[in-house]
């Protein structure tokens, strides 16, 4: 059964069926095959109780603070200041597009929306600077997976959602593995100019006295972010409140800077209601998918097989990232993270492992997704930005980085305290 539906959902897919379709199609399938019982007409309630979850409020406002900054200009503001402290470094500008993923990742939870930030701000300088143009579209679509593993993120609230662990817990446990995966970033991108210099562009001299003028364009970003997660592990505002807060903080700064017009603002709006709606859609019909596969016992199923098969906890692990790098090749991430959480999570806590650390490494799969050809997102998000050249520059250029993501996987599996320290010290 576990063969067939994910068969037919792949098939799905492979014929360009739009990811929340595919899966509600997928559900309705099943229940008419597997189910004594009209599944579907518990659809109604499912989709309710759902979209009613207060903790799904935070994911609009999080993608709608992301865009006020956007069209404030203090995104782009901000990537000049990152360019100015970074750009020495081997690697110039490339490294500047990790850093500045990274500190926009904490004023929006998405990975897409911050590849298309940076798309817009960073490729006009590659061929300007004469950079290899794969690295730098792969340091773009690389750093934009940051927005899902740096707090706030939207995939972990709805992972949070599925595994019942907590949000403010889950964002602590993801704050360190983001710290070394950007440093990992980072540092195969010097690696890659020392060993061929060919690959770097052309860098200008910067002043210290530059970087210390362009410190207050950093400091919104931070702030807003200090507000938002401070809120939250302070016990003043829940996610969905804190979230709340970044939004007027980012509608305030904006104001107070008279960057906004009619027509920026409409655009932003308007970028976050078909965002949002398509989250939305994909989650309704992930959860209907999990009730049909729960209901026809799929999920029990699935665990005692798993269990049955006696293989120790770390091969069962190893097994489960695999599934998960190959599925990530062909399935939409947000899709891959509702509709596979609610069957791998009771195996591996049937396993002994800990659900917030499995989040954390659950995460830095879907990032992987991500990048991986041929439906990683963020490849197709640069390249649409870029308007020009082989789809193939993003790809090759791209594929480097999931070695870093490869290494922090390790890393947490090595060393679990990673992600799980800060959570036990709060």
């Known amino acids: 059964m576990l063969s067939l539906t994910l068969i037919v959902l792949l098939a799905l897919l492979a014929l360009s069926v739009a990811a929340a379709v595919s899966v509600g199609l997928l559900g309705m399938s099943l229940s008419q095959l597997f189910s004594t019982l009209p599944l579907s007409s518990a659809m109604g309630e499912i989709a309710w109780n759902t979209s009613s979850e207060f903790l799904l409020v935070a994911i609009p406002l999080y993608i709608l603070m992301g865009e006020l900054l956007v069209c404030s200009g203090v995104a782009g503001r901000m990537y000049q200041a990152v360019e100015k402290w970074l750009s020495w470094l081997p690697g110039g500008l490339m490294n500047s597009n990790i850093g500045a993923s990274a500190l926009f990742a904490t004023t929006s939870g998405s990975s897409v929306a911050t590849a298309a930030t940076l798309s817009t701000l960073a490729i006009p300088e590659q061929e300007r600077k004469g950079y290899n143009a794969p690295l730098f579209l792969g340091s773009i679509a ?65 002043r210290w006295a530059e970087r210390l003028a362009c410190l207050p364009d950093l400091l919104p970003p931070l702030a807003i972010f200090a507000l938002v997660i401070g809120s939250i592990y302070s016990g003043f505002a829940t996610a969905s409140e804190s979230a709340a807060l970044g939004v007027l903080s980012a509608f305030g700064l904006g104001l107070w800077r008279r960057a906004f017009t009619w027509q920026s603002l409409g655009q932003a709006f308007e970028v976050t209601l078909r965002t949002t709606g398509m989250i939305m859609l994909i989650t309704l019909s992930a959860f209907f998918l999990n009730f049909v596969l729960a209901s026809i016992g799929l999920t029990t199923t699935l665990v005692h097989f798993v269990t049955d098969l006696n293989l120790s906890p770390t091969a069962t692990l190893l097994a489960i990232i695999l599934f998960y790098i190959v599925l990530g090749c062909f399935m939409d991430t947000l899709a891959m993270l509702i509709t596979t959480a609610p069957l791998i999570v009771p195996i591996i806590v049937a396993l002994g492992f800990d659900p917030l650390w499995f989040g954390v490494v659950l995460i830095v799969l879907c990032e992987m997704g991500q990048i991986t050809p041929p439906f990683g997102m963020n490849l197709f998000v640069v390249q649409s930005i870029r308007g020009r050249g082989n789809f193939m520059d993003v790809v090759y250029g791209a594929l480097p980085f999931c070695l870093a993501l490869l290494v922090l996987i390790a890393l947490l599996i090595a060393f679990p305290q990673l992600a799980l320290w800060l959570p036990a010290a709060v």
């Open 142 to 206: 690389a750093g934009g997976t940051l927005g899902i593993l740096i707090p706030p993120s939207i995939n972990m609230i709805l992972f949070a959602l599925i595994a019942n662990v907590s949000v403010p817990k889950l964002y602590l446990a993801a704050t360190v593995p983001s710290i070394i995966l950007s440093v990992l970033f980072i540092a195969l991108i010097v690696l890659a100019c020392l060993i061929r210099p060919q690959l770097d562009g052309r860098k200008a001299p910067t």
